[in-house]
């Protein structure tokens, strides 16, 4: 049953994806440009609301959530690697795959470069003895760092994103009325 709701909410959220032109090269571009804040907006949204979710269902005992390891070392390397990936190809793991599904040719180039990055990053790994677990720092929590139980500490980084949102919408409009006032349009 649990398999059939991850395929029912994967399809509803890519369809909204889709929706918000998540998949267009263009549309990311330029939210990297920070020229159109629509998906990064959209994004913020979702991981906010998310959040709340997936700790209601904590609280009800409905779903357990399983810490992995925190590595800052490896987050940072990661963090790097899938930054110049995505200035580079326009294109998230996610968004590359939905791109792919609506026959976009260079959102597979991505994928199949992802798969060869990760091909390759085993092959490093596992033949040179590359390793970061010397930097981790164990199964940590926020909620553990902050000494507040999880569901209240969820539901204010939701207030926190979403009052981010809010900021970012209030800056795009400003920016948008500094450029229309230079602007004589005659009818």
């Not at 357990?64 to 899938?82: C, E, K, Q, R, T």
């Not at 991505?110 to 990055?117: C, S």
């Not at 010397?134 to 980084?157: E, P, Q, R, T």
């Amino acid at each position: 049953m649990s398999l059939w709701l991850a395929v029912i909410f994967g399809i509803a959220f890519g369809f909204i994806m889709q929706r918000v032109g998540a998949f267009e090269y263009e549309n990311i571009i330029n939210a990297l440009r920070l020229k159109d804040l629509t998906i990064p907006k959209f994004m913020l949204m979702s991981v906010a609301i998310t959040t709340v979710g997936i700790f209601s269902l904590r609280s009800l005992g409905l779903v357990s959530l399983d810490l992995i390891v925190y590595n800052p070392v490896a987050d940072i390397l990661g963090g790097l690697i899938f930054g110049i990936g995505f200035a580079f190809a326009g294109y998230c793991p996610g968004t590359s795959i939905g791109a792919m599904g609506e026959g976009k040719r260079d959102a597979a180039f991505t994928v199949i470069g992802g798969i060869f990055g990760v091909f390759t990053y085993t092959l490093l790994q596992q033949y040179t003895g590359i390793s970061t677990t010397a930097f981790d720092m164990g199964k940590i929590n926020l909620a553990d760092l902050i000494h507040l139980n999880s569901f209240s500490l969820a539901v204010v980084y939701s207030i926190i994103l979403v009052a981010v949102i809010f900021l970012v919408d209030r800056w795009e409009q400003n920016r948008q009325n500094s450029n229309l006032k230079g602007v004589n349009i005659n009818v």
